[in-house]
């Protein structure tokens, strides 16, 4: 897991696609960032705009969720041509539909100097190639949107205390999995991040992530079909 950051007018306690805008750089979704310094600075400028002190929230990034969930990500390495093409696409999106299929999408931040280099692109001011070749010295910024629902899963909202109580649960029961059922790791992982019991300890309102870790497991065993230090037993492939 990794920390990435929001920032806003006010801390987020619950993320809804619903209330994301349209026309951002890789379409409607949950932006954060890597870089605390750049949320720090987005919180206090949406913050003026409420008339608030702004806030910064922290969250927790699954990297290892991501690739057992099999989500569709685009990542831009740097300003790159491609980067520039989909997010004129996004950026002309009119419509409340996104314009692309994409769970997540990961790359840098057209902030306002060079968002305003986009619009003359966009009107045929500057070429392409102008336009690129200003941002070899760009300085660095990073995004990461959020584009569905389901790739919410893999981003951990809950205070640190819980969110350390999440990654000793998650790191016991694939460890199990694999001591007691002769699980490879990446097996243990598929099997357990794609459960029912997994889906209900993220589900906040159950607060299943207070009872011992040892409980839950045996959940995950009933649910799987799996009996004590057994094979794989009959868990579906």
Not at 173 to 185: A, F, N, R, T, W
Not at 207 to 222: A, G, R, S, T, V
């Amino acid at each position: 897991m990794s920390l990435v950051y929001h920032g806003s007018y006010a801390r987020i306690d619950e993320i809804n696609l619903s209330l994301s805008q349209k026309g951002r750089d890789f379409g409607r979704g949950f932006y954060v960032t890597k870089i605390r310094f750049q949320a720090e600075q987005w919180a206090t400028r949406k913050g003026k705009w409420r008339k608030t002190e702004g806030a910064v929230t922290e969250f927790w990034l699954h990297e290892e969720l991501m690739r057992t969930l099999k989500l569709k990500v685009l990542h831009f390495e740097g300003y790159t041509k491609e980067w520039l093409d989909f997010v004129v696409l996004n950026r002309n999106n009119p419509s409340e539909q996104q314009a692309h299929d994409y769970d997540i999408v990961e790359g840098p931040v057209a902030d306002d100097e060079v968002a305003q280099r986009i619009s003359d692109y966009m009107r045929g001011d500057i070429t392409k190639e102008q336009f690129l070749s200003e941002l070899v010295y760009a300085k660095p910024s990073h995004q990461i949107c959020f584009c569905t629902d389901f790739s919410l899963r893999v981003l951990v909202t809950q205070k640190d205390k819980v969110n350390r109580v999440f990654v000793h649960i998650d790191n016991q029961i694939v460890k199990s999995l694999m001591l007691d059922h002769g699980m490879d790791g990446a097996k243990a992982l598929d099997v357990y991040y794609t459960s029912q019991t997994y889906a209900l300890l993220t589900e906040q309102k159950t607060n299943l992530h207070e009872k011992p870790w040892q409980e839950i497991y045996d959940m995950l065993k009933k649910e799987l079909g799996l009996s004590p230090q057994s094979p794989e037993g009959n868990v579906n492939e």
